[in-house]
């Protein structure tokens, strides 16, 4: 007899390499039917937090559960385009038993960054990465049995965001304003925190020019994982492109909070401190203040 086990609050679709996951040895009658369905947080503090609709925030998802006892790993991605009205709904074979799970997903927000999800099973881990996309997690475990189960599993804003404001007005001497960001662009999920890529033990590197209209600098953003420590640079350029003054900022980063760094064009070449805040409707205000 088939047995069905319903979980309500995540959905994906089931790739060929999940399949090969389970191994050669399970029949269906061995497994029970799965069914994710998403639930994406509200991320703006209001008085209750509210669900929505996963398309309304994302266009990727990604899934690994690992069964805790075979240490089989069943992993898989779907896509709004490809899914389209069943963007958020999966349903998946699997044994019964008990499964740490992650799933993962991230917007069409800087379509020029970079975000996934990746599974090592040699050495059991899971990692996510995050390169300037507002990415969304949820970790846990969950118990598959044979009765019908009802779970909602929700996935919350994992990002933080660096936002950069210069207030004064650009004068004209001044060609170019470039920052530069080092930061850790590797989750790992089991121990929670960031992590370098590669095997150099060193951070990534964001360079950016920031863009000058009208004799002002437009607000810049920049999405990453959650991190302390990292160093910002600021650094002023004259019409024939030579350095005029730089300053260093030290700054850390929360999830679901933007850290805004902020000050005038004028504070670099003095060497002023910079304002450092952390804030946003993500969350509750922090002030963060700058040694």
Same mark, same amino acid.
């Given at each position: 007899m088939i047995k069905k086990l319903l979980i309500l609050g995540m959905s994906f679709t089931c790739l060929t390499a999940c399949n090969n996951d389970m191994g050669t040895n399970l029949t269906e009658t061995d497994n029970v039917e799965v069914r994710f369905n998403v639930n994406a947080l509200n991320v703006d503090v209001q008085p209750m937090m509210t669900r929505t609709i996963p398309s309304s925030i994302l266009t990727n998802i990604h899934y690994a559960l690992q069964n805790t006892t075979t240490q089989k790993w069943y992993s898989g991605e779907q896509s709004l385009s490809d899914a389209g009205d069943e963007f958020g709904h999966i349903n998946l074979w699997i044994p019964t038993g008990n499964y740490k799970v992650t799933f993962f997903g991230y917007g069409n927000d800087n379509p020029s960054g970079?975000?996934?999800? %990746?599974?090592?099973?040699? !050495?059991?881990?899971?990692?996510?990465?995050?390169?300037?996309?507002?990415?969304?997690? !949820?970790?846990?475990?969950?118990?598959?049995g044979d009765s019908e189960t009802t779970t909602d599993v929700n996935l919350t804003r994992l990002s933080s965001k660096l936002v950069i404001k210069l207030n004064d007005v650009i004068p004209s001497d001044i060609g170019k304003i470039k920052a530069r960001l080092t930061y850790y662009p590797l989750y790992d999920v089991a %121990?929670?925190?960031?992590? !370098?890529?590669?095997?150099?033990?060193?951070?990534?590197?964001?360079?950016?020019?920031?863009?000058?209209?009208?004799?002002?600098?437009?607000?810049?953003?920049?999405?990453?994982?959650?991190? %302390?420590? %990292?160093?910002?640079?600021?650094t002023l350029y004259d019409t024939s492109n030579n350095e005029l003054g730089s300053c260093n900022v030290t700054v850390s980063f929360y999830q679901n909070k933007r850290t805004i760094v902020e000050g005038n064009v004028l504070d670099v070449i003095n060497q002023k401190p910079f304002v450092v805040t952390v804030t946003d409707t993500w969350d509750d205000d922090v002030i963060v203040p700058l040694q």
């Open positions: 970079e975000a996934g999800l %990746r599974v090592e099973k040699d !050495y059991n881990k899971t990692y996510i990465n995050i390169n300037n996309k507002d990415g969304f997690m !949820y970790n846990s475990e969950v118990s598959i %121990r929670g925190e960031a992590t !370098y890529a590669g095997s150099s033990g060193l951070p990534n590197v964001m360079e950016e020019f920031l863009i000058i209209k009208n004799s002002n600098v437009e607000e810049y953003g920049f999405f990453l994982l959650p991190q %302390r420590g %990292r160093v910002l640079t600021i």
